[in-house]
Nanobody, 125 residues
Framework: QVHLVESGGGLVQPGGSLTLSCAVS????????MGWFRQAPGNEREFVAV????????LYSLSAKGRFTISRDNAKNTGYLQMNSLKPEDTAVYFC??????????????????WGQGTQVTVSS
C-alpha cells in the first residue's frame, strides 16, 4: 500500500528552482516527522531535510541549508521541499519518508518507517 507519493521532479537548469511535493496517506498521519532524502547513482541515500509535523521544527543538511526550504500543509497532509539555486550535484532521485517521532537520528534513514517511490531531479544545462 502506498502511503507517500512524491511529485514535482524534472529537468532544470543550474541556478533554477523546483518544488517537490509529498502527499501523505491519512493512514499514517500519526507520523510526526517527514524527511527528504536523495540518492544519486552509485551513492548512498543521503539526508536533505526533515520537518516536525506537529511543531514545524526543521533540520537541514549542510548542502541544503540556505538553498532548500522544507514545509508542510497539515490541512492537505502534504509536505514540500522548495529547492532554489540548484546545482548539477543536486541531481538525484529524491525520496520523502515518514518517521513516528522527532528524534536526533532523523538525519539517518533508520527511524523512517515509510518511504515514497522517489522523483527524479536533474540539474543540467
Amino acid at each position: 500500500q502506498v502511503h507517500l507519493v512524491e511529485s514535482g521532479g524534472g529537468l532544470v537548469q543550474p541556478g533554477g528552482s523546483l518544488t517537490l511535493s509529498c502527499a501523505v496517506s491519512e493512514l499514517i498521519v500519526d507520523m510526526d516527522a517527514m524527511g527528504w532524502f536523495r540518492q544519486a547513482p552509485g551513492n548512498e541515500r543521503e539526508f536533505v531535510a526533515v520537518i516536525r509535523w506537529s511543531g514545524g521544527n526543521t533540520l537541514y543538511s549542510l548542502s541544503a541549508k540556505g538553498r532548500f526550504t522544507i514545509s508542510r500543509d497539515n490541512a492537505k497532509n502534504t509536505g514540500y521541499l522548495q529547492m532554489n539555486s540548484l546545482k548539477p550535484e543536486d541531481t538525484a532521485v529524491y525520496f520523502c519518508a515518514a518517521a513516528r517521532d522527532w528524534r536526533p537520528s532523523l538525519m539517518t534513514t533508520s527511524p523512517y518507517e515509510y518511504w515514497g517511490q522517489g522523483t527524479q531531479v536533474t540539474v543540467s544545462s
